[in-house]
């Protein structure tokens, strides 16, 4: 057995984009990997056909990329978008039994998505990037035309919040349109123009109506409404304005009503499950109880008899498929195991799902409408981390304090080498979100299985403030950061060091809301040995102004607007205690990250720097967003997780940190080598 490297990640396949129908057996998805000695990706289409034994098999080359992939409704068409045949990308259309493919579009605009085929296979909804100016003319073809002659020197007036994405940097100066394309000619019809963004659309099954998600309007537009119009986008309707986000409709069999995967709370991320009549004025039923919550990638899969739907659900740590009735809101999961359901499809009388564990990455899979006969389908990750030391893993329950003189029982996951009895030197991972969970995610979470290859234990718990465990369960975390789930985490170490699992080598890291809750580790603990703080929230006031989402995900996270809770804020932030802070720390940082702004990191690091002495790294990767760790530059990814076990090694002295050391790689010759501060 070889053992995990940080360079495996060039082996790891990522599918996605899963895309079927119960009228034919027939799926297509996406497969993306890093290219070693490259800082690109490849990405391809794949189709698996499920009347047969068949592998699934590749239909489009590495050389040209893909995206977006959409099978037409009778499966014999697959349209994609790809810069084959051009500089900009473009629809293109491969048949499936055989020939080459020929491009659809000639659009002078950047196509995001393909939303989907009408139910006659002769139009395509597609949604793409339209310059826009912000001025007071806005409406005026000629200033749209200079705006988008200026390009990226045009001034960039905002007027409105978010005016930033993080991915994406600032999007004044662009509005996200909804197009019709003609299956034969490419001609592009617009069907939703006008100062907003669409971000999903679909057309009745009849191909009457057009079902189609759009942001607000006014000067905060994060909260989006389902709007419905003709099929040409006459006439349209907001149908929605009691829910605070949508991210996705989807049409009944027999069109009368819509299923939506949405939020209810303005900055709650918690998503839920709603129906809408397409013809009445009734406001959303909620399908479900209160705490039935699904992930916010979920999607909405309708059996063909229209009284139930497959969705994916969040429950107690895991990502399962869920079949509701549509009837009674009863909730059934049919899919069991500790995996994660990743993307979900119809696939005739089957469903189709992308599947991961904490031991065998991404690969695909079907059950049927009752969760039997369950199969595998692919083997993109199986072949080769068979090949290496499988983790044995555990998730566990824990007594814990519950904050208010009470106790509670929460889950985490406990995953030990291969082999050996401890105590081991511990790696405990503390998760984004907060309202979120623990992520099966190698792309995430590769420095994990370098460190259990090095003989290392990972502690990953879902505190309280984590989602899936019911609505009391994350709410009761609002106002209290910190001060009520890192408790938790010193329990669960207190148990392990009693059962002989770990010994006094503790390390801490996380990102995000982990990236938080990790700084605030180091100035409330003497604990840990060391600390890996990514992307963080470290002024809960500043990340507020200047995060894609903190203007209105703060609120509801401290319970108050900015000018009630100011106080709470200050003393609930990292850097207030900084002063007290005796832990070696290191701080991984996207420079373009606009969810936790660099300025976040920088904060942090300025103030170890000045209010101790105590071992502090800043490391800047140039370009990188939030998402970093698991889709930032290949090399990045490389540097990040290798330099994450080489300060954990480095300071537990459990292990020399090898002859591979972060800083000595060669720096590439764009500049893009991260930038490190000591």
Known sequence: MDAFTAEDLYQHRVLAGLDGSSRHAHIVFRVKHAVRDSEKYESTCWHWNGDGPAPPRVLTDAAFGAQSPRLSPDADTLAFISRRGGDSAQVQLLPMHGGEARQLTRSDNALSAIQGWSSDGERLLLTASVPWSEHHDEGDAEARQRSKDNGAARPQVARFLPYKKDGSGVIVGERVQLFAADARSGELQPLVQGDCDVSGASWSPDGTRLAYIRNRDGRQRHRTDLWLADAEGRDPGQRTDSLASISKAEW???????????????????????????????????????????????????????????VIAARKGLQQIAIVDIATGAVRCVQHGLRQVLGLAACGDRLAFIVASMRW????????????????????????????????????????????????????????????????????????????????????????????????????????????????FAKRLCGRWGELDFPQYLAILDTLQREGLADARIVCTGKSYGGYLSAWAIGNSDRFKAAIVSAPVSDIQSHAGTSDTGYYVTPYAMGGEFHETSARAHALSPVTHCLRVTTPTLILQGAEDGRCPIGQSEQLFANLIRCSDVAAELVVYPGGSHSLAETGKPSHRVDYHQRLCDWALRWTDSQDAGSWRASDQAAPADGSAPREAA
Request: charged share 25%; hydrophobic share 35%.
């Open 252 to 310: 009944s069999p027999d069109g009368r009503s819509l299923a939506l995967v949405a939020g209810k709370i303005e900055g709650d991320s918690m998503m839920q499950l709603w129906l809408v009549d397409a013809n009445g004025d009734a406001g959303p039923r909620r399908l479900g109880d209160d705490d039935f919550e699904l992930t916010p990638e979920s999607t909405v899969v309708w059996h063909p008899d229209g009284t139930r739907v497959a």
């Open 361 to 472: 990455p991404d690969e695909l899979h079907s059950v049927d409408w009752n969760g039997g006969g369950p199969r595998r389908h692919s083997e993109f990750n199986r072949r080769w981390i068979s090949q290496r030391p499988q983790p044995r893993v555990r998730k566990r329950r824990f007594v814990v304090p519950d904050g208010d003189g009470g106790s509670e029982k929460i889950d985490a996951w406990l995953l030990l080498p291969a082999s050996g009895e401890g105590p081991y030197p511990l790696l405990v991972d503390m998760h984004g979100g907060p309202q979120s969970q623990v992520l099966v995610d190698y792309a995430m979470h590769t420095y994990w299985y370098v460190l259990l290859s090095r003989g290392w234990a990972i502690l990953a718990p879902n505190a309280v403030g984590s989602g899936g465990y019911g609505v009391g």
